[in-house]
């Protein structure tokens, strides 16, 4: 450890913890583990151990699924209007004040080790619709970590109940069109927050590679992901979150 550096948080001492009935005391090492580090192949290629789910395009993709069965002609109309609200949509690089909405690959400099942040590797954008809702979204990658954060700000609740199943849908067509085998285990029994939430394990090949959030608290919408480390341990889910959910989560 370098002079006055501050100890990793396994280093640090935690309460101790009584056994459960029927299993063994808990040996002194830290509750999170580490999942192998994305694999990259040639700039352009598909990573080796994560395939990135596609990002839902706003409510574009719920749109799409609510019109199945409908006629063809209201269809089309229906995924028009969407796509023209999509590009009257004003979108550029997110400002140093909009970046306290994404969670930002500098705090996970605790959790993995060695970690400092790849200058260049993380790009954040600010979209503004018509509507008067806005989303800032932030997308880092290296060769140790895979993290994509973004906050939607929608004008009122009814609208932000559309994005959160959207970014559900939006996850699992990407999943579904990766060259990865990528599992999610719910997981709320570690994290909940907001009015309604859902907090998942990744595994890929069976074994742990990172976590997803998909959030909504009032009119915001929360929806975090990221692979290279995991979070198994309710304690250090909410060390990781608490605080930037802590500020955005008064967010009006």
């Known amino acids: ?38 694999q990259y192949g040639q ?28 006629p063809f002609l209201m269809m089309v109309g229906c995924v028009g209007l969407g796509l023209a609200m999509n ?24 959790y993995v ?25 932030y997308e880092y990658e290296d060769d140790r970590l895979y993290l994509m954060s973004s906050f939607i700000h929608e004008s009122n609740a009814e609208d932000a109940k559309y994005s959160y199943s959207g970014q559900q849908i939006g996850t699992s067509l990407g999943y579904a069109g990766g060259e990865v085998d990528i599992e999610e285990v719910e997981r ?24 997803r959030l998909v959030a909504r608290k009032g009119g915001n919408v929360v929806y975090i992901i990221f692979s290279g480390v995991y979070f198994d341990d309710a304690e250090w889910v909410h060390e990781l979150l608490d605080p930037y959910l802590a500020r955005v989560g008064a967010t009006k």
Do not use: C
């Open 188 to 211: 709320d029994d570690l994290f909940k927050w907001g009015d309604e939430s859902k907090f998942y394990l990744l595994k890929i090949d069976g074994q742990p590679a990172g976590n």
């Open 87 to 110: 590009a009257m949509a004003d979108e550029k690089p997110a400002s140093p004040g909009d970046m306290k909405y994404v969670l930002q690959a500098k705090e996970f400099a605790p």
């Open 1 to 38: 450890m370098e002079p006055n550096s501050e100890p990793a948080p396994w280093e640090q001492r935690r309460p101790a913890q009584a056994p459960m009935p029927g299993r063994p005391m808990p040996q002194q090492q830290p509750p999170m583990q580490y999942a192998p580090g994305p």
């Open 43 to 70: 700039p352009g290629q598909v990573y080796g151990h994560y395939a990135q789910p596609q990002r839902p395009k706003r409510r574009i993709g719920l749109i799409i699924g609510l019109v199945v069965g409908l």
């Open 113 to 137: 080790e060695n970690f400092t942040v790849t200058p260049g590797a993380g790009t954040a954008t600010r979209i503004e619709n018509i509507d008067d809702s806005w989303e800032i979204s």
